[in-house]
């Protein structure tokens, strides 16, 4: 599932006294509203990468130290209904709010309701990233009616692998250098997953397993549904038939996201360098004269189609 053009957002090199209106304006538009305030007399010097996908929002954030506030009159205000998920990467990050004061070091997901008046604070600058999802939807995978109080979850090394997973998918989605379109229904999988503890349906957490495997292997000509299996410790057997639920088949499922990923690459300016064989190679095609079948297959359009009116977008909206 594609994303729209991804937005990025930063205050280096603004004038210093609108620096912070102008980042917490970016934020209520892109994610949720929040006042913002400098640990002394520091000026903010904040980025923000957005990825808007169908129905769920993605961020990678990075700043200097500062607070950030969702107070109750600012939620009557700007309500968000929505929940969030917070990555932290780098720098601890205090979280206060009715339910106490915790703290969240890197290397932690914090899931929280956006509408439960919170602050945040980084006194060492922070690093992270963001789900940003419906309330309606959250409850829907979730399973979960009313998130009453924050869950913290530990996505590091040996940690939730379900959490890891989604790290991962919100990290490449949102890298300067590598942003390919995520799979929205792997993301939802994945929070179903992470939030209910899979409680009725195993199926879900296997296939949410075999999506974060798959995609952090998109590369590999070799990946199969044996290789897949043996990495989330099912049959292949039984794999098949969690993904047959989905009317797909493993092989099916691993060409749409190859294909996927090839199409973004050759809309990337930053991607044009390589050539149409190259981004084939580098999406796991052996073969370029298999790669360009299966394009034309999926999208009724040729790749090197696609690249030439990407280009000619750009240039349009450059004159």
Known sequence: MSALSPVEFSTVGLPDQERIE????????????????TLEASQLE??????????IGLARVVGTSHV??????????????SVVMYFSLVGDAFFYSEDGVRTVRP??????????????GFSRGLEELV???????????ADIRALTDPMVFDFSKGGNAHAAALAQHVNRATRSNERVPPDEQAILEL????ASGARDDLNTAHRAAA???????????????TKVADAIGISARHLSRVFAADGVSVPRYILARRLDVARALLEKPAAASMTIAEIAHHCGFASAAHFSNAFVLKFSERASDVRRD??????????
Do not use: Y
């Open 22 to 37: 102008l980042w917490e304006g970016h934020n209520a538009d892109a994610l949720i509203g929040l006042r913002c305030r």
């Open 68 to 81: 950030v506030e969702r107070d109750a009159e600012l939620i009557r205000r700007r309500p968000s209904d």
């Open 46 to 55: 904040a980025t923000e990468v957005n990825v808007q996908l169908n129905s």
């Open 310 to 319: 990407a280009a000619a977008a750009r240039a349009m909206s450059a004159s």
């Open 131 to 141: 789900i940003k999802m419906p309330r309606s939807i959250f409850a829907d995978v």
């Open 191 to 194: 929070v179903s997953v992470l």
């Open 211 to 225: 999506k974060a495997f798959i995609e952090g292997r998109i590369s590999d000509p070799s990946l199969s549904a």
């Open 107 to 120: 290397g932690q997901l914090l899931l929280c309701d956006a509408d439960k008046a919170f602050m945040r």
